[in-house]
């Protein structure tokens, strides 16, 4: 019998710093619950076509974008489970009886509990703000994670090949049907310190409104991109 569980991660250029990512993941490959990992790549120059062999992941090459990157991983996944990790989220240990526990209750999808690889109050602070904002709104980003079963997904017609927004997309697909789980992701806090948490923070509550208020995902991406170019 097949394991359930697909885990899909979309990568550009990151093959030189997956492997705290892909160490996690491998926990389910000790459970049993891991059927098959894919890699959904952007078309790196890096060496992620030797690091899939060395793993034995599936590589799929897709058009740069997260979530043409992801929806093309959901299309090559067989499993009845999917699991979408971004490529600098590490998961705590035992994620995997949590998952487990997750799947035994329905077909609802489930979110990890977000957390910095950082420490101070900004890191804490804007994670307890996702993890409240997930909650009470049903609205999880991406680095947060998502488990959801293969006939959900098709169901609300997954990830949309757009340049920004395509997890809070789905998100609002299955508002009513998001579950937290006890387990933890812990993403990368590069980009806030870069850029500055206060900035990062308010940059990505102002995307949020504009794009409930009507915007779409691209002048929301073309405009972020030409700021950063002028900062």
């Known amino acids: 019998m097949r394991a359930p569980l697909s885990v899909i991660i979309p990568t ?21 619950l891991l059927g098959e990992l894919i890699l959904a790549d952007g078309g790196s120059s890096d060496a992620i076509a030797e690091l899939a062999e060395e793993v034995g992941a599936q590589l799929i090459i897709a058009p740069q974008g997260r979530g043409g990157q992801m929806a093309a991983g959901a299309l090559a996944a067989q499993g009845d489970w999917l699991l979408f ?33 950082a420490e101070g109050f900004a890191p804490r602070f804007v994670a307890g703000w996702a993890n409240l904002r997930a909650r009470l709104f049903g609205l999880p980003y991406g680095d947060q994670g998502l488990l959801i079963s293969s006939l ?4 609300t017609g997954g990830f949309q090949d757009i340049p920004l927004m395509e997890d809070v997309a789905l998100a609002r697909a299955l508002r009513g049907n998001l579950r937290p789980l006890q387990a933890t992701a ?33 002048k929301l991406a073309k405009r972020y991109q030409n700021r950063r170019q002028n900062q």
Not at 12 to 32: K, M, N, R
Not at 152 to 155: D, E, K, L, N, S
């Open 152 to 155: 959900t997904y098709g169901q």
């Open 85 to 117: 990790l971004h490529s600098d989220t590490v998961l705590s240990n035992g994620w995997t009886a949590a998952v487990r526990a997750h799947m035994a209750r329905g077909r609802k999808a489930g979110y990890f509990q977000l957390r910095f690889d």
């Open 186 to 218: 812990t993403t990368s806090a590069a980009r806030y310190q870069q850029q500055g948490w206060f900035w990062r923070g308010t940059r990505n509550l102002g995307l949020l409104a504009q794009y409930f208020l009507g915007r779409s995902p691209d």
């Open 12 to 32: 550009l250029e990151s093959a030189a710093s997956l492997g705290p990512t892909l160490a996690s993941v491998f926990e389910a490959v000790e459970d049993g």
